[in-house]
């Protein structure tokens, strides 16, 4: 997890989805639209979002639980590829 990760997920958390082009626009990310397209990706495959097509991103359960930090991403990391959530 990056700090960018972080602020990925509590921008989707505050408006329900978001696309690289909507957080590019949103002038919270200081990074480039390829950058915050690869998050949102690696975010989707390691279960954190849900990828509704078309580049539009929504939280999954386990995005929800890692903000509450009912979930340490660490953990997750250090268990392999973070397909089962690991014991806070």
Do not use: C
Not at 11 to 21: H, L, T
Not at 57 to 76: P, T, V
């Amino acid at each position: 997890m990056t700090i960018w990760d972080d602020r990925i997920l509590e921008y989707i958390e505050e408006e329900g989805s978001a696309s690289p082009k909507q957080l590019e626009d949103s002038g919270y990310f200081d990074v480039t639209k390829p950058h915050l397209s690869r998050r949102l990706r690696k975010l989707a495959d390691k279960g954190f979002l849900q990828d509704l097509g078309n580049g539009v991103y929504i939280m999954s359960e386990r995005g929800e639980a890692y903000l509450n930090e009912e979930l340490d991403a660490s953990e997750l990391e250090e268990n392999g590829d973070g397909d089962s959530p690991a014991t806070a």
